[in-house]
């Protein structure tokens, strides 16, 4: 499955913020491992957010997720 981050994004950040070109197969290695780590973080704070009957996920509760696995 193709990750849903845009690579072109990708690139741009690691252009702008490094200096430096990152190949096409890179961005899509990193955006998969981005797209994994937001799920994680989304589920935890969907979980959370349910958790204090809401139906929207807050601030608070991806603050909640770095306080919890320092992410």
């Known amino acids: 499955m193709?990750?849903?981050i845009?690579?072109?994004v990708l690139k741009k950040?690691?252009?702008?913020?490094?200096?430096?070109?990152i190949s096409d197969?890179?961005?899509?290695?990193?955006a998969g491992m981005l797209e994994?780590?937001?799920t994680s973080i989304a589920r935890y704070a969907v979980?959370?957010?349910?958790?204090k009957k809401r139906r929207m996920v807050t601030e608070d509760d991806i603050d909640s997720y770095k306080l919890r696995f320092g992410g």
């Open 6 to 8: 845009p690579k072109a």
């Open 25 to 30: 197969d890179a961005a899509d290695a990193l």
């Open 47 to 51: 979980k959370r957010a349910q958790q």
């Open 13 to 21: 950040l690691v252009k702008d913020k490094f200096g430096i070109a």
């Open 2 to 4: 193709m990750p849903k």
């Open 36 to 38: 994994k780590k937001a």
